[in-house]
T-cell receptor
């Protein structure tokens, strides 16, 4: 069965620190990978997505993620976080043609000003 | 606003009552999804529609849950004989094919509390 694992449940950083959130998935076929963000009081929004091509994907607000097929990973990075990045971050995968998203359990990021 | 909308935003009900939620997708999006999210967890897939056809249902969707999408537009999710374990945020998402994949856009959710 497909699954997604996010390594960090709660991360606390100071502004300007670098961020890396881990995500590993379990699926042997072609995958489409996503990172979603949920700011306090808001709905889920797409940060970035990967479905083919360059494994280094750039998203909104300075975020990027790297797809490493051999490691089944899709880690999210940002060189310098801001207080406004405080949110919950979800990694997700669509396996094959099902269309459904399989989400990780999420990582809560708290950025201290 | 042209995003996905959900009503009601909050619902408090007593155990054993029936509840119905509505989702209005982005216009012309042919796929519509329902997910459930509990505290501290990522959303879990419940079911999805392509136009009016319900193509997949999760094992999480017990007999007490039913979803419809008449005419391929809005969708309703009904929970009969609610239980306390049904308390959760119910999310709706819609999508249309962009290139090779369907990118899903989420609504604000309906928070259900069963007392």
């Amino acid at each position: 069965a497909q699954s997604v694992s996010q390594h960090n449940h709660h991360v606390i950083l100071s502004e300007a620190a670098s961020l890396e959130l881990g995500c590993n998935y379990s699926y042997g076929g072609t995958v489409n990978l996503f990172w979603y963000v949920q700011y306090p009081g808001q709905h889920l929004q797409l940060l970035l997505k990967y479905f083919s091509g360059d494994p280094l994907v750039k998203g909104i607000k300075g975020f990027e993620a790297e797809f490493i097929k051999s490691k089944f990973s899709f880690n999210l990075r940002k060189p310098s976080v801001q207080w406004s990045d405080t949110a919950e971050y979800f990694c997700a995968v669509i396996g094959g043609n099902t269309g459904k998203l399989i989400f990780g359990q999420g990582t809560t990021l708290q950025v201290k000003p | 606003d042209t995003g996905v909308s959900q009503n009601p935003r909050h619902k408090i009900t007593k155990r054993g009552q029936n509840v119905t939620f509505r989702c209005d997708p982005i216009s012309e999006h042919n796929r519509l999804y329902w997910y459930r999210q509990t505290l501290g967890q990522g959303p879990e897939f419940l079911t999805y529609f392509q136009n009016e056809a319900q193509l997949e249902k999760s094992r999480l969707l017990s007999d007490r849950f039913s979803a419809e999408r008449p005419k391929g537009s809005f969708s309703t999710l009904e929970i009969q004989r609610t239980e306390q374990g049904d308390s959760a945020m119910y999310l709706c998402a819609s999508s249309a094919k962009e290139g090779a994949i369907y990118e899903q856009y989420f609504g604000p959710g309906t928070r259900l509390t069963v007392t």
